[in-house]
């Protein structure tokens, strides 16, 4: 082997004429008999080299070359002519002519072909994700990642931030799902947990004065995994001190307009809007509403709450709400066409949909003669109807007609082509704000944070923490692109007795926030600076960014049931292992799924 001149993605027209090494892997062989093409490709691209048969010894490797052996061309560069050209490679225009051929390696049959697209299940495709990998597109989402992280680490760097790592072996962290463990030899049956976030040590090192920490780290939870989850994901962790909320949110919008003018060419207009929680639920029934389409939905109770209108009235007097959402342009809905609609609707939860379809001649639909026109008048005045619109009204429990209607508009927008998933120009962005401080379990009714126990509260509200904990606003906010929630964060609690008071009411004893979170009370007491800060999802922010599943955008992703594939993990360990760290097993029950 010697050392590549160039890489199969750099020959071009000015090239030609000189002589040059190559290494890669093969493409595609074309033998012709007389000639062998060879696509030879890197990661930079994808270089055409041609065997002639005067070069007799070369020719003889040639004819056995087979998919992705790797090898190294030696040989000129020589410019296509003008039929020959391939306009669709940087390299089109010229070819190399080769002189020498070295075999590097050679390549078994491939389970599955890596340049054609062809059915190779995901199971195949994981197991050997190194084959996956060395697609194209697999690899520039992969370069792309790598180029976002190091706008954020420039970006994070020149306003002043410190990139301190933060343990991985530490004290079970609460962000409210299970911790992985790993068993402490030194103290048999003591476990340390994996980092679910590095929640604690950033607020500790704010108390030490590092002032303005971030940090590009993997965490750990153990959930039961959607498809868009991993067991161990990547965030971008911020915290500040002396932070407002206004400041936090300036570091982080900057950070934005870098990224989409530096990946998409997109000029982030400037500052976000910013929506409260509440407007978030009642208008668009979900707290990362996709605002690229409006379907915005209002609360028409008032106006239909005398109807004797059966359905209504049924709902009413059970205590029930009655909801409305528009759909510009579809008034003319064939019959077939509205059933689609009612499918969307009950797979969104709905027992049903009533329609206004708003027409020059007037209003139409099952209620039209049943609800007075006045009432129906104002319905459409509050919904912003005009001529050709389609209004649909929904009717029960509050909470639930808005979380179904939420899923609904998603079903609606995409349904009738509101937006174009593949245009970048359409970018919604804004800042939730304004969360409620405690959540509540509906079926155990335990109380736990909205977003976790250290995050502050609205001064405004403070009175309203022993007598109504419910309305006590968090200084939490998220911020939202596209429908998907990219960052969570929150200005903190720094004053112990505040905090100590917080954990009061969610129910955790002195004894237990002494054991699970003493460090941090403790800390707090050494004069912690008030502070603030946020974690961007690092995978999250990719998928966006790349419109591509989970599994697209980390190398080595797991499954749903938090397999690799690839090198077969989980799996037993070696019993001695075991025995050293003085762990029994109990017989297994069924695996869960
Ligand atoms: N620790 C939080 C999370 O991982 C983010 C934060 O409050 O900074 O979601």
Request: glycine share 8%; proline share 5%.
């Amino acid at each position: 082997m010697t050392i590549r001149t160039h890489t199969c993605g750099a020959l071009r027209k000015s090239d030609s004429g000189k002589t040059v090494v190559l290494q890669g892997w093969v493409a595609r062989a074309r033998d012709l008999g007389g000639l062998v093409f060879i696509d030879l490709r890197d990661r930079y691209g994808k270089t055409q080299v041609v065997v002639e048969p005067e070069q007799a010894a070369v020719i003889q490797i040639a004819h056995d070359l087979k998919s992705e052996w790797v090898i190294e061309v030696t040989g000129v560069v020589r410019a296509r002519p003008d039929g020959m050209i391939n306009a669709d490679l940087p390299t089109g225009e010229v070819e190399l002519v080769a002189t020498g051929i070295e075999v590097l390696n050679r390549c078994p049959e491939l389970p599955f072909q890596i340049e054609s697209q062809d059915k190779a299940s995901d199971e195949l495709r994981l197991k050997y994700r190194y084959l996956d990998l060395r697609r194209t597109e697999l690899q520039e989402v992969l370069i792309l990642r790598h180029k976002v992280a190091n706008i954020a680490r420039n970006h994070f760097t020149e306003q002043g931030f410190i990139e301190v790592e933060t343990p991985c072996l530490v004290k079970s962290t609460p962000e409210g799902a299970r911790d992985y463990l790993v068993p402490s030899r030194v103290f048999p049956h003591q476990f340390y947990a994996l980092p679910q976030s590095p929640q604690i040590y950033k607020q500790i090192l704010m108390v030490a004065g590092f002032d303005k920490y971030f940090q590009i780290c993997k965490c750990f939870r153990d959930e039961d995994l959607r498809s868009d989850r991993q067991p161990e994901f990547t965030q971008i962790d911020v915290e500040m001190s002396f932070a407002t909320r206004d400041g936090v949110f300036a570091v982080v919008e900057e950070l934005w307009v870098k990224i989409l003018r530096d990946v998409w060419g997109v000029e982030l207009p400037m500052p976000l809007k910013r929506l409260t929680y509440n407007e978030c639920i009642e208008h668009y029934g979900s707290d990362k509403p996709d605002l690229r389409y409006d379907l915005r939905f209002e609360n028409v109770t008032s106006h239909v709450q005398d109807t004797e209108f059966r359905v209504i009235r049924g709902a009413l007097d059970d205590g029930g709400v009655v909801i409305g959402l528009r759909v510009p342009g579809q008034a003319e809905l064939s019959r077939k066409q509205f059933g689609e609609v009612e499918e969307l609707a009950k797979a969104a939860g709905l027992g049903g949909i009533l329609p206004i379809k708003i027409t020059a001649e007037g209003f139409s639909g099952v209620m039209s003669g049943k609800v007075d026109d006045a009432a129906l008048a104002k319905i459409v005045q509050q919904l912003k109807g005009e001529v050709g619109d389609l209004l649909l009204l929904a009717v029960g429990k509050k909470s639930k007609v808005l979380k179904s209607l939420g899923v609904l508009r998603i079903k609606l927008a995409e349904h009738f082509k509101l937006f174009d998933p593949a245009d970048h120009r359409k970018v919604s962005m804004f800042w939730v704000v304004d969360f409620p401080l405690f959540e509540k379990d509906e079926e155990t009714g335990e109380v736990f944070p909205a977003h976790h126990p250290f995050t502050g509260f609205n001064p405004e509200d403070a009175d309203r923490l022993d007598t109504e904990p419910w309305n006590v606003r968090s200084t939490s906010y998220d911020l939202v692109m596209n429908g998907n929630e990219l960052l969570s964060g929150s200005i903190r609690i720094h004053d112990p007795i505040l905090q100590a008071k917080i954990f009061k009411l969610l129910g955790i004893s002195d004894e237990e926030a002494k054991l699970r979170f003493g460090f941090l009370v403790d800390a707090l007491k050494f004069g912690a600076p008030p502070m603030g800060g946020f974690a961007l999802g690092f995978d999250r922010m990719i998928m966006v960014l790349t419109n591509r599943p989970i599994r697209d955008v980390i190398a080595f992703p797991k499954t749903t049931l938090a397999q690799s594939l690839m090198d077969g993990s989980p799996s037993p360990v070696d019993l001695k292992l075991l025995s050293d760290l003085q762990i029994a097993l109990a017989p297994a029950s069924p695996q869960k799924g």
